[in-house]
């Protein structure tokens, strides 16, 4: 009696020690982690070790048929070709995606709309941005809060947003902001643009308060995750809000901040464009 009590606490001890089954393999795992690595280094302009990463995950993840894992390595090698303007690498990544989702995956079309909204915002053809960041209901979570996203900020540009858009997102923000803070989702640089777009569309309609609270969350969020790029733009808005203001101080002082970091990061283009809209706003 003894021993069949002592076996059976051995199975119970053996059953609350057993591993869990996983959901997926290690190598997803460490694919997806080196994957946001990989668009961290994009994103603060580091093209040449974001390159490499992309070209090396591309292959993890063919390796245990990942699609999504592929399709999100060419996406970023197809942004870097039109960053460096080289347009027929460009098409022949964008080529490859378009075939690879044909062929295995026609429900993630969205891929190649993700990476034409991209090339328009290059262009800053904020038209084209309006028409076509069109929301669906079958998209994932996250790529409709990009879609809303861009479409307000170039509706904002505009002139177009409507209250229902402003709305829309900041419930989506809301929602995603709780996934974050739960660590049930990990995209912090989609949040913080979210805010970063309702701030935008605050000062374009001249409600600075509001605008420069959502510019405060965006900035925060960027500096937190090391989003540096990301927190250079916070810094540009809150000094063209400062400027509206008549708050000339201030404004320089956010613009050199800015300037600063678009420096160290070598954004030239992202610099120029920042000394031109600011001399221009402190001269009127």
């Known amino acids: 009696m003894c021993r069949k009590w002592l076996f059976l606490i051995l199975l119970i001890l053996t059953a609350c020690s057993t591993v869990k089954i ?7 795992i460490d694919a997806d982690n080196h994957l946001r690595f990989a668009l961290q280094m994009e994103n603060n302009r580091d093209f040449s070790s974001a390159r490499e990463s992309y070209i090396f995950l591309t292959e993890n993840y063919r390796s245990f048929a990942d699609i999504k894992g592929m399709l999100a390595c060419l996406s970023g090698l197809a942004r870097i070709e039109l960053e460096n303007n080289n347009e027929k690498a460009y098409l022949q990544y964008k080529n490859q995606m378009a075939e690879m989702i044909q062929n295995t995956a026609p429900e ?7 990476l034409e909204l991209y090339n328009y915002q290059l262009e800053n053809n904020y038209s084209a941005i309006s028409q076509k960041a069109i929301s669906k209901i079958d998209y994932p979570a996250e790529v409709n809060l990009k879609l809303a996203i861009d479409k307000l900020q170039a509706d904002s540009y505009l002139a177009i947003a409507e209250e229902k858009q402003v709305k829309e997102l900041i419930n989506l923000a809301k929602k995603m902001e709780k996934q974050q803070k739960k660590a049930k989702y990990n995209d912090p640089e989609l949040l913080s643009s979210a805010w ?7 000062y374009r309609t001249a409600d600075y308060e509001t605008a420069n609270f959502y510019a405060d969350k965006a900035q925060d969020w960027d500096y937190r995750f090391g989003n540096f790029r990301g927190m250079a733009h916070c810094l540009w808005l809150k000094a063209q809000i400062a400027a509206a203001e008549n708050n000339i101080p201030t404004a320089k002082r956010y613009w050199k901040k800015a300037e600063g970091i678009f420096s160290s990061l070598q954004d030239n283009v992202s610099l120029e464009e920042l000394n031109t809209t600011m001399q221009k706003l402190l001269k009127e």
């Open 22 to 28: 996983p959901v997926e393999p290690q190598a997803k």
């Open 108 to 114: 993630l079309a969205y891929y190649l709309l993700l």
């Open 196 to 202: 970063y777009a309702l701030a935008y569309y605050y």
